[in-house]
């Protein structure tokens, strides 16, 4: 009998893995794809048919932790513009205690979300918006319910306590995905810009987190979908992304290109003396958080 639990043990393990690892990449995926790179920053174009299917992939997969487009947006244009400084409203340089910056964020996103803080007319705008799945459908009883629903996976394949250990995160995956990236992002790896923050490349080839982990390029080059600038790096959501555009899904013919020319930096010195405001598509001024 023993023989034959352990494969059976094992299947289950195997079950539980992979809905954990498909729901944690696509969860990351569509955070950095549709809420950042495109909403936040507007790096290419879609139709709105599109935009709309993937407002809608980006709540179904996001279930419990649908992070609402809008505050996204706005939240980290306020990160760009004030990267590292008091104003930024998540920065482990400014905030050392990492639980008291993740509380920080989520009271400023939250109150974005309500609307109950006015918002800096430069931040506004550009970004999708859904009643529907943003509102109707992002109520704390709908989260519990998916919340169940991952619940009920786990009850169906677990065979022993420490199978459910991976279970919270499947509540919380955005804001997990976004400490990751917010904390280390701005304090462990590389760099390979000067700049004003502590933005940091953490992983040269970021499975973990879908790309984000290029903070320091991303800083440099905001309106550019390709985080990866280097021979070595790889940004993996935006080869995902090139594929979409290959489809026709995406357009990406009027992207910003990020370069790596090491003679330039040193020509022009700090970032300050490079860093010149474009602003994103469909925003009608200038603004300091797109970086060159
Ligand atoms: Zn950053
Ligand atoms: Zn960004």
């Known amino acids: 009998m023993a023989a034959r ?56 997969i996001q279930g419990s932790s649908y992070l609402n487009p809008r505050a996204y947006a706005i939240l980290h244009r306020m990160h760009h513009a004030y990267s590292d400084t008091e104003r930024d409203p998540h920065s482990p340089v400014y905030q050392r205690n990492f639980f008291k910056m993740m509380w920080r964020t989520k009271a400023i996103y939250e109150d974005i979300k309500e609307r109950r803080v006015p918002i800096e007319p430069r931040f506004e705008g550009g970004y999708p918006e859904w009643k529907l799945l943003d509102e109707t459908l992002s109520t704390m009883p709908l989260a519990v319910g998916w919340g169940v629903l991952y619940s009920l996976y786990y009850i169906a394949f677990a065979t022993h306590w420490w199978m459910f250990l991976l279970l919270p995160f499947h509540w919380f995956l955005g804001p997990v995905h976004g400490a990751i990236v917010n904390w280390a992002g701005h304090k462990l790896g590389y760099r390979n810009y000067e700049s004003d923050d502590n933005s940091k490349n953490t992983l040269v080839f970021d499975v973990l987190t879908m790309g984000e982990l290029f903070q320091n390029n991303h800083h440099k080059w905001g309106q550019s979908p390709n985080f990866a600038v280097r021979i070595f790096e790889i940004d993996p959501a935006y080869q995902i992304i090139r594929v979409l555009d290959l489809l026709g899904i995406v357009d990406l013919s009027g992207a910003q290109r990020a370069r790596w020319t090491p003679r330039d930096e040193r020509a022009t010195g700090s970032l300050k003396a490079t860093i010149k405001a474009k602003a994103p598509l469909g925003l009608a001024t200038p603004s300091p958080m797109d970086g060159e």
């Open 5 to 60: 639990a352990a494969p059976a043990a094992y299947v289950n393990f195997v079950a539980i893995l992979a809905f954990f690892v498909l729901h944690w990449q696509l969860s990351v995926y569509f955070q950095s794809f549709f809420h950042h790179r495109y909403g936040a920053h507007r790096q290419f174009t879609m139709s709105k048919g599109w935009e709309r299917t993937m407002h809608f992939l980006a709540w179904f």
